[in-house]
């Protein structure tokens, strides 16, 4: 279907094609000939009769009156049989009502019982007779309208009105054959046949649309055989003649990608396109390469606008859904200043709370910013306040309509003061228009509360509203159908994209055999499920029917990133085809062009030479300052540290929630600094205790919402419990070894050379002159043992060292939270501890590991002053240790593997895109 026809030139139409199929957008270039669906063929009719059109889609204020009329119903009768649904979910269950009360009218019943109709029938044409008599009570016309605007009730209406004489000279084509139509279809057609109008079965007329010429090939054997549905078990042998093609490829991109490059590299037509609805990624690439766009795709612009409609209730609810606010805060377009958006985003992705240090400095940074108005700044805090500070309400519970108004007015009044913008004036029109329907929407409710579910269904009401807007075709486009039986034309080349299941393939029946019969005995005839299979079973063979030189599935491995399961069809081809594998291809085969190397960028070779050439960099100065951890990245991974400190490339955000062992971390690292900063750790058990359950909640509100979501409430009392149990485990063991705290979060500095370095200690303890200090970690306690064993606790000694007095070297341990329990190589320490034994004393360990740090250092600083950059990833590590020699036992042990945080392994060729 050409989504752009305008209906007003469709007096002079001479020929229709009319397809059930052709609902989903088609395109067919055929001169005077005009392709309707269902409901644009419904529009035609309905304007030759002088039928008014529903001025938009009121489908959504249908819904919301039916479901005051079920209430009203109820009210009275509490024993119908959607009683409980309707109390669980009222708007499904108004939706599913309206449907079923839809295809009775469709079949024309009605809605007369006796006593012995089952009882949903009964209940049903009880409730037809209450809503009848509930229109005339309100006595509104406007209530009619709203519950007759459906396509159902337009169509009988077109139905019993309509004038044969209106059609005369008017030839209608059935796509499909009319014994497969639905029954209100079969039954139109039938009547419009008998008063004398042309209308055209493909079914009994084959060649209306024109039969291509089948050759003796693989694709005219197969094709035979599905027509006459001779398939008996035996399978057909084919010749692999590159008629009948399965492309098989890893992914949908490369299956498209190999494709628009053959056609703009072989300046041939595009073929015809079986394509899922509104896939974008064919229109991209044939643009890119210089191919004219289909118009198959939907054009994106208004999804930020649908995105804020749904995320705005998110700030009504407590606990706060996270993932929806982190969404709202990286919307494009929303009242939020995009500064403070950004900020926020960045907070609540490290610590996901809104009231931790985080959050307070995002919002101190903002609010301190040169580069943003007073006036500016002013308004951003309005809307924050607005957004942020509100009262919120139990997911469970319902919320005052008027507090609903609240958001979306406010929405209403932002969107209309833009609605002038000269870049995204589409944008804020559809926000001002979606936030309208959804306040209509709520006036039109009759209850004062709300509760989350019915708002989420409130919005995807709105939401489902809006019509799609499409890319526009451009000239030399090739023709596309989203269906396989929306194919109405033969063609010489046909290509089905994404030749994979989608959704659900089981069509269930609205309607028992018990109702069926007792509507049949009746004369109304319902279309079942076994006649839409039949008529999707037609669909699916099309393409066989219609193409006439070659057919092409192309099967991706992966779909939008996900794994696709084979369509029914293919088992199908499988089940009927002996050798299978003679038309199965890969995309490295000759099928199509393929891409010159050149223009793609290629994977760097890292064994030819194992060190990349860049500008000299002077590392060791003054004005280089490591961090402890930074000195780390900096030894083991120097690719990574010229990117972030030559070059400040640093990875984009991901703008997603820590994982839950992070954020676990965070909180347990939080609780003990609080309790050792009251001295509760010289407190005994019970002050602990009674300390310990608000503060945890507290720090759980504060940067641990995660753990508030449904679902996760053993999550949480597990945490809740390791963590005291370690706070107490902690305590326990240095009371019991005569330890004292002596500092808490203690900046150290120093120099390695001429190079400043900073780091900061969790603990640090002391008994009678002897210092000790304690790393914090949640977990990760096989990793650590095998840092003391491998000699690798770089930060550890560095504390050590940068502490107290450099000539002497401080104790130092990891306390494992998770795990309750002290690790470190130095016997002596703590009664109970997992002790890592080592040959020497722990100073000679760190005089060791001192010495070949200062030499790695040394080398490093080397290598950059003479533009010599490693890349350390597992690919290339072979190729360096065959550079290096021997002579890397004299520095610290290299990595043998890639960096874990290494954001830059797709520009290295690492990462496989």
Same mark, same amino acid.
Request: no cysteine.
């Given at each position: 279907m050409n989504n752009n026809i305008n209906f007003s030139y469709l007096y002079t139409m001479q020929k229709i094609i009319f397809g059930i199929s052709l609902d989903a957008s088609t395109f067919h270039e055929k001169e005077g000939v005009y392709f309707f669906g269902q409901k644009d063929f419904l529009r035609w009719l309905e304007q030759q009769l002088g039928f008014a059109w529903p001025a938009k889609n009121y489908q959504w204020l249908r819904t919301t009156f039916f479901r005051k009329v079920l209430f009203a119903y109820l009210a009275e009768k509490q024993d119908v049989f959607f009683a409980n649904s309707f109390e669980v979910d009222s708007y499904g269950a108004t939706e599913a009502i309206l449907a079923l009360r839809d295809e009775l009218r469709l079949a024309l019943w009605n809605f007369e019982s006796d006593e012995n109709a089952p009882k949903r029938l009964k209940d049903l044409s009880d409730l037809e007779a209450f809503t009848n008599e509930f229109l005339i009570k309100k006595g509104k016309p406007s209530y009619s309208r709203i519950l007759?605007?459906?396509?159902?009730?337009?169509? =009988?209406?077109?139905?019993?009105?309509?004038d044969a004489e209106i059609l005369q000279g008017v030839e209608i084509t059935l796509v499909e054959p009319l014994h497969l139509l639905p029954v209100h279809w079969q039954r139109f057609f039938k009547s419009l046949m008998d008063e004398g109008v042309t209308v055209l079965d493909k079914d009994l007329i084959p060649s209306v649309l024109g039969?291509?010429?089948? /050759?003796?090939?693989?694709?005219?054997?197969?094709?035979?055989?599905?027509? /006459?549905?001779?398939?008996?078990? /035996?399978?057909?042998?084919?010749? #692999?003649? #590159?008629?009948?093609?399965?492309?098989?490829?890893?992914?949908?991109?490369?299956?498209?990608?190999? =494709?628009?490059?053959?056609?703009?590299?072989?300046?041939?037509?595009?073929?015809?396109?079986?394509m899922p609805p509104e896939l974008k990624l064919p229109d991209l690439i044939?643009?890119?390469?210089?191919?004219?766009?289909?118009? $198959?795709?939907?054009?994106?612009?208004?999804?930020?606008?649908?995105?804020?409609?749904?995320?705005?209730?998110?700030?009504?609810?407590?606990?706060?859904?996270?993932?929806? =606010?982190? /969404?709202?805060? $990286?919307?494009?377009?929303?009242?939020?200043?995009?500064?403070?958006?950004?900020?926020?985003?960045? &907070?609540?992705?490290?610590?996901?709370?809104?009231? $931790?240090? $985080?959050? &307070?400095h995002a919002l101190s940074n903002f609010q301190n910013s040169t580069h943003i108005e007073d006036e500016d700044k002013a308004k951003a805090m309005f809307e924050y306040r607005f957004w942020f500070e509100r009262k919120t309400y139990s997911q469970k519970a319902r919320v005052p309509k008027a507090e609903v108004f609240s958001l979306y007015q406010h929405l209403v009044a932002w969107a209309k003061s833009r609605l002038g913008s000269t870049y995204a004036g589409a944008i804020y029109h559809s926000i001002y228009r979606l936030s309208l329907d959804l306040l209509d929407l709520l006036d039109a409710l009759e209850e004062e509360t709300v509760s989350l579910l019915e708002l989420e269904k409130l919005t995807q009401i709105v939401i489902q509203a809006t019509p799609a807007t499409f890319k526009k075709r451009e000239v030399g486009a090739s023709n596309f159908s989203q269906n396989p039986g929306a194919i109405v034309f033969p063609a010489k080349e046909i290509i089905w994209f994404n030749f994979v299941a989608t959704g659900n393939d089981y069509i269930p029946t609205k309607c028992v055999k018990k109702e069926i019969d007792f509507l049949t005995n009746k004369g109304v005839i319902l279309t079942l499920p076994a006649s839409q299979n039949k008529l999707r079973r037609w669909m699916r063979y099309q393409p066989f029917y219609l193409t006439q030189d070659r057919l092409i599935f192309v099967v991706p491995e992966k779909v939008e990133g996900k794994y696709a399961d084979k369509h029914p069809l293919h088992f199908e081809l499988e089940a009927m085809i002996e050798n299978i594998e003679v038309i199965t291809v890969s995309n490295k085969s000759d099928l199509f062009a393929q891409r010159p190397m050149e223009n793609v960028l290629p994977k760097s070779d890292f064994y030819e030479p194992p060190l990349t050439q860049i500008n000299p960099v002077e590392v060791a100065s003054p004005d280089n300052q490591f961090s402890v951890t930074g000195l780390e990245t900096f030894l083991y991974y120097p690719h990574t540290w010229v990117l972030r400190k030559q070059m400040k490339l640093y990875g984009s955000s991901l703008k997603k929630i820590k994982e839950v062992n992070a954020i676990m971390g965070n909180i347990a690292h939080k609780a003990f600094e609080l309790m050792m900063l009251k001295e509760l750790h010289l407190a005994d058990n019970e002050e602990i205790s009674e300390w310990f359950g608000p503060i945890f909640m507290n720090l759980i509100k504060a940067e641990g919402l995660p753990f508030l979501e449904y679902g996760k409430e053993p999550d949480l009392a597990a945490f809740r419990k390791k963590l005291f149990l370690s706070l107490l485990s902690f305590v326990h063991a240095i009371r019991e070894n005569g330890w004292k705290v002596v500092a808490l979060e203690e900046t150290l500095t120093g120099k390695l050379g001429v190079n400043p370095i900073k780091g900061i200690t969790d603990v640090v303890l002391e008994r009678n002159g002897q210092f000790l200090i304690v790393d914090l970690k949640w977990g990760g306690k096989g990793y650590r043992k095998l840092m003391f064993k491998n000699k690798e606790d770089i930060q550890l000694m560095l504390y050590a060292k940068y502490f107290g007095k450099e000539t002497e070297w401080l104790d130092t341990c990891f306390y494992i939270i998770k795990d309750s329990l002290f690790l470190t190589r130095q016997d002596g320490l703590f009664k109970a501890a997992d002790l890592v034994p080592a040959k020497n004393l722990s100073s000679e360990v760190y005089d060791e590991m001192y010495g070949k740090l200062l030499k790695t250092l040394d080398w490093r600083f080397e290598q950059l002053k003479n533009g010599q950059l490693e890349l350390r990833i597992t690919e290339s590590i072979p190729a360096l240790d065959e550079l290096y020699g021997d002579s890397i036992f004299e520095l610290l042990p290299q990595r043998t593997e890639s960096y874990m945080f290494d954001d830059f392994g797709a520009l290295l060729g690492e990462v496989d895109s």
């Open positions: 007759n605007n459906g396509f159902a009730d337009r169509f =009988i209406e077109v139905e019993s009105d309509l039969e291509p010429k089948k /050759e003796r090939n693989d694709l005219g054997a197969l094709t035979k055989i599905i027509q /006459e549905q001779s398939f008996k078990g /035996e399978k057909v042998k084919l010749k #692999g003649d #590159g008629s009948l093609l399965i492309y098989q490829v890893p992914r949908d991109y490369d299956g498209i990608e190999s =494709i628009s490059f053959h056609y703009q590299s072989k300046q041939k037509e595009l073929p015809f396109f079986i044939f643009e890119s390469d210089g191919l004219p766009v289909s118009g $198959n795709s939907s054009v994106s612009d208004l999804r930020p606008s649908q995105q804020l409609i749904k995320l705005a209730h998110s700030f009504l609810w407590f606990p706060v859904d996270l993932g929806k =606010i982190l /969404e709202f805060l $990286n919307l494009p377009y929303s009242p939020l200043h995009n500064h403070l958006s950004a900020r926020l985003g960045d &907070a609540l992705q490290q610590r996901p709370g809104f009231d $931790n240090d $985080n959050w &307070a």
